[in-house]
């Protein structure tokens, strides 16, 4: 069982930035992609970001593109979400996940972190 634990959380205000990171417990051909999503009260939750371990590339939803980046650290087992320029409409908590494709579709994705609370004030 594949286990992803998030950090990184907190309250920043408009036009800051904070980086949030999800270490997973292994890496096995089940955890081919990660990807962040989030979620806000009343809401469905929402893609934000995945990326391949494997070479790195990369797919961000419209919402994020030129001011979110993923990234990863193979050696650590780690995915990195650096968030800036951030706004108050970010405001989410954010969940890791891993999966078998790097898809914006939440189904493929197996395993969940717990999820890390993001909140800008404007």
């Known amino acids: 069982q594949v286990q992803l634990l998030e950090s990184g959380g907190g309250l920043v205000q408009a036009g800051g930035s904070l980086r949030l990171s999800c270490s997973a417990s292994?890496?096995?051909?089940?955890?081919?992609?990660m990807a962040w999503f989030r979620q806000t009260p009343g809401k469905e939750r929402e893609f934000v970001a995945a990326i391949r371990w494997s070479i790195g590339n990369a797919i961000y939803a419209d919402s994020v593109k030129g001011r979110f980046t993923i990234s990863r650290d193979n050696a650590k087992n780690t995915v990195y979400l650096q968030m800036n320029d951030l706004k108050p409409e970010d405001t989410a908590v954010y969940y890791c996940a891993a999966g078998l494709g790097l898809t914006m579709a939440e189904r493929p994705y197996r395993y969940w972190g717990q999820g890390t609370q993001v909140t800008v004030s404007s």
């Open positions: 292994e890496r096995t051909f089940s955890t081919y992609a």
